[in-house]
T-cell receptor, first 113, second 116 residues
Framework: SQTIHQWPATLVQPVGSPLSLECTVE??????LYWYRQAAGRGLQLLFY??????ISSEVPQNLSASRPQDRQFILSSKKLLLSDSGFYLC????????????FGSGTRLTVV | AQTVTQSQPEMSVQEAETVTLSCTYD???????LFWYKQPPSRQMILVIR??????QNATENRFSVNFQKAAKSFSLKISDSQLGDTAMYFC?????????????FGTGTRLKVLA
């Protein structure tokens, strides 16, 4: 079965500092991977998704970027954080086609100060 | 573009009673999946139930069931015999088919509190 690891769990960063959140998946190959951000009153907003190594699609213009250097690794980055980047970030992997559900990571609470 | 609307930001229910969370969606697609996810205070997202649009029969999973009205584009979640552990944020989600991306569109969530 698929497992997904996301770290760190919490992060407090000053404005203007860089960001790197990592997500790795086990138990599957060539997965579809997703980064979501959860903000109060806005539900879960899809930021990026990837259907393969080096293939990144951005859903919303923002201060963030994503990369997929390996098949089961998905990284969310920023060169200079803004206060508005604060939020709860979730990585997810698409499960088997027969199920169509996602497995989510445990999330990262990012506070930009 | 598809949209998902959850019009109840917060709800509460007494333990052992039944509660229904509403979800409506807008799409021109004929084939799709609908989901309910639960996010307890731990913030770990858990799949509760899913419904395939081409199936007329409503999905059920133990105490959880849905009322899927395709023509009305409505997908409500009924929780029977509510338990304290059901206290969580509940998200409705839509996925169109066929899909090479398998992206979800989520609603804004309903915060459910089960009262002892």
């Amino acid at each position: 079965s698929q497992t997904i690891h996301q770290w760190p769990a919490t992060l407090v960063q000053p404005v203007g500092s860089p960001l790197s959140l990592e997500c790795t998946v086990e138990g599957t190959s060539n997965p579809n991977l997703y980064w979501y951000r959860q903000a109060a009153g806005r539900g879960l907003q899809l930021l990026f998704y990837s259907v393969g190594i080096g293939q990144i699609s951005s859903e919303v213009p923002q201060n963030l970027s994503a990369s997929r250097p390996q098949d089961r690794q998905f990284i969310l980055s920023s060169k200079k954080l803004l206060l508005s980047d604060s939020g709860f970030y979730l990585c997810a992997v698409f499960r088997q086609r027969s199920h169509y559900g996602y497995t989510f990571g445990s999330g990262t609470r990012l506070t930009v100060v | 573009a598809q949209t998902v609307t959850q019009s109840q930001p917060e709800m509460s229910v007494q333990e052992a009673e039944t509660v229904t969370l509403s979800c409506t969606y807008d799409t021109s697609e004929s084939n799709y999946y609908l989901f309910w996810y639960k996010q307890p205070p731990s913030r770990q997202m858990i799949l509760v139930i899913r419904q395939e649009a081409y199936k007329q029969q409503n999905a059920t999973e133990n105490r959880f069931s849905v009322n899927f009205q395709k023509a009305a584009k409505s997908f409500s979640l009924k929780i029977s015999d509510s338990q304290l552990g059901d206290t969580a944020m509940y998200f409705c989600a839509f996925m169109k088919l066929p899909s090479g991306t398998y992206k979800y569109i989520f609603g804004t969530g309903t915060r459910l509190k089960v009262l002892a």
